[in-house]
Nanobody
Framework: QVQLVESGGGSVQPGGSLRLSCAVS????????IGWFRQAPGKEREGVSC????????YYADSVKGRFTISRDKTKNTVYLQMNSLKPEDTAKYYC?????????????????WGQGTQVTVSS
């Protein structure tokens, strides 16, 4: 059974930082990627960043490049998303997902396994 458990969300002021964690169990194939996606109220879910389990290659959406960093700890089957210089437009529920590849990070529909999500709110 595939399980993904996110943690680390919360409320922060603009310019602040948060680190999200995603612990994955039951699905650790090097071919696939683990990604972070987000969905704001009234908007479609979008791919934020993904990392390949095997070689560690990464993808970032243009809106977060230079501010967010994705990393993985293979020994713990855990993926992290370090979010710096947060903006109000980063406010959303953030989900961890797997089963897709690094090339399909733009399309959340290609990721079949999902966590429950964690809320990130950026507000002054």
């Amino acid at each position: 059974q595939v399980q993904l458990v996110e943690s680390g969300g919360g409320s922060v002021q603009p310019g602040g930082s948060l680190r999200l964690s995603c612990a994955v169990s039951g699905f650790t194939r090097d071919y696939y990627a683990i990604g972070w996606f987000r969905q704001a109220p009234g908007k479609e879910r979008e791919g934020v960043s993904c990392i390949s389990v095997g070689d560690g290659s990464t993808y970032y959406a243009d809106s977060v490049k230079g501010r967010f960093t994705i990393s993985r700890d293979k020994t713990k089957n855990t993926v992290y998303l370090q979010m710096n210089s947060l903006k109000p437009e980063d406010t959303a529920k953030y989900y961890c997902a797997t089963g897709g590849t690094i090339d399909t990070c733009r399309w959340y529909q290609r990721y079949p396994y999902w966590g429950q999500g964690t809320q990130v709110t950026v507000s002054s």
